[in-house]
C-alpha cells in the first residue's frame, strides 16, 4: 500500500541555517503532496502542496518540488527563525472522493537563537 | 477563516468510562475524519465519513465509533475507555471531490485515561 517515509528528529538548527527535511514516498499512481507543520499545542496547518510531477509548492520562505524520479518531496527552506520550531509533516493522498491522507511519522525541528 | 473546533482541549476520564469527542466545522465540507497522534507514529486515521450518516473504517477502528447525524458534526466515541487510548485526538474536514483539496483540522484533543 501507499506509504510515507520521513527522517526522524529531533532536527537543532542555529537560526540561518539551511534546513532540509527528507521524505519519500510509495505511491502506485499519481499522488498529491503536501507538507504539514504543527506548531506547539496546536493542530496541523497545510505549509505547502504539490500536485503533480516537477511542481514547487511555497509558503512562508519553505519549498518542496515533487520528484517523480526519485519519489520525494523533500522540504527546504535557506534560513530558519525560531518561530519555525514545530513538527512538519510530509503526507500524500491518491483518493480524490475521500482526500484520505498518509501521513510520515513527523519531524520535529528546533530552531536556537 | 476555515474553522474546525473541537469541544474540549484536555479531558481525563477513567477506565471503563465511555467518551464523547465532538468536532464542528463551518466550511459546509463533506468529509470529516478522526485521527490518533502518539509520538513516534504520525496520525493515524480511525475513522472518517464521507456524508452524513456515512462512514468508513480507517487503520485502527478498534475500540472506537462514530457518529454522523449533521454535515456539520462528527462525534468520536470511546465506548468504554483504556489506557492505551490515552493519545492526542485531532478531528479534520475537506472537500471532496480531488485528492488535491486540503484537509483543515482542529487544534486537538489531549485524553488521558487513568
Known amino acids: 500500500g501507499d506509504s510515507v517515509t520521513q527522517m526522524e528528529g529531533p532536527v537543532t538548527l542555529s537560526e540561518e541555517a539551511f534546513l532540509t527535511i527528507n521524505c519519500t514516498y510509495t505511491?502506485?499512481?499519481?499522488?498529491?503532496l503536501f507538507w504539514y507543520v504543527q506548531y506547539p499545542g496546536e493542530g496541523l496547518q497545510l505549509l505547502l502542496k504539490?500536485?503533480?510531477?516537477?511542481d514547487k509548492g511555497s509558503n512562508k520562505g519553505f519549498e518542496a518540488t515533487y520528484r517523480k524520479e526519485t519519489t520525494s518531496f523533500h522540504l527546504e527552506k535557506g534560513s530558519v527563525q525560531v518561530s519555525d520550531s514545530a513538527v512538519y509533516f510530509c503526507a500524500l493522498s491518491e483518493d480524490g472522493a475521500t482526500n484520505k491522507l498518509i501521513f510520515g511519522t513527523g519531524t520535529l525541528l528546533a530552531v536556537q537563537p | 477563516d476555515v474553522k474546525v473546533t473541537q469541544s474540549s482541549r484536555y479531558l481525563v476520564k477513567r477506565t471503563g468510562e465511555k467518551v464523547f469527542l465532538e468536532c464542528v466545522q463551518d466550511m459546509d465540507h463533506e468529509n470529516m475524519f478522526w485521527y490518533r497522534q502518539d509520538p513516534g507514529l504520525g496520525l493515524r486515521l480511525i475513522y472518517f465519513?464521507?456524508?452524513?450518516?456515512?462512514?468508513e473504517k480507517g487503520d485502527i477502528p478498534e475500540g472506537y465509533s462514530v457518529s454522523r447525524e449533521k454535515k456539520e458534526r462528527f462525534s468520536l466515541i470511546l465506548e468504554s475507555a483504556s489506557t492505551n487510548q490515552t493519545s492526542m485526538y485531532l478531528c479534520?474536514?475537506?472537500?471532496?471531490?480531488?485528492?488535491?483539496?486540503?484537509?483543515?483540522f482542529g487544534a486537538g484533543t489531549r485524553l488521558s485515561v487513568l
Open positions: 504539490a500536485t503533480k510531477a516537477d
Open positions: 465519513s464521507y456524508d452524513v450518516k456515512m462512514k
Open positions: 479534520a474536514s475537506s472537500r471532496a471531490g480531488v485528492a488535491k483539496n486540503i484537509q483543515y
Open positions: 505511491a502506485t499512481g499519481y499522488p498529491s
